[in-house]
Nanobody, 123 residues
Framework: QAQAVEYGGGSVQAGGSLKLACRAP????????VGWFRQAPGKEREGVSS??????TAYYADSVKGRFTISRDDYSAYLQMNNLKPEDTATYYC??????????????????WGPGTQVTVSS
């Protein structure tokens, strides 16, 4: 089944770090842009960061700039999250968008969503 899968969620205290990983073994991963998204209870899903198929371009939500770093290789994408805050608590998802499309940070532009991984940041 062509679907992304997320790894690496967990619980940390404010100021801590986590690194998430995303893989989609049924896809030619190197031909897709990758996006990270999150959804907190009662809120809409929002774009966190995205990276182009070749790693040359990356976008970040203003709320995570300077704290989160996205990276990738041909088989996986990563989201390094530093200086985590309680407001970062959410279910984090990765998804992909084919390389011939423009890179965006809009959830509606991405496909093959993973089931999500929970990130909880306590104060």
């Amino acid at each position: 089944q062509a679907q992304a899968v997320e790894y690496g969620g967990g619980s940390v205290q404010a100021g801590g770090s986590l690194k998430l990983a995303c893989r989609a073994p049924a896809l030619r991963f190197e031909t897709y842009h990758v996006g990270w998204f999150r959804q907190a209870p009662g809120k809409e899903r929002e774009g966190v960061s995205s990276i182009s198929w070749n790693g040359d371009t990356a976008y970040y939500a203003d709320s995570v700039k300077g704290r989160f770093t996205i990276s990738r290789d041909d088989y996986s994408a990563y989201l390094q999250m530093n200086n985590l805050k309680p407001e970062d608590t959410a279910t984090y998802y990765c998804a992909v968008r084919y390389q011939l499309e423009y890179l965006t940070l809009a959830p509606g532009d991405f496909s093959y969503w993973g089931p999500g991984t929970q990130v909880t940041v306590s104060s």
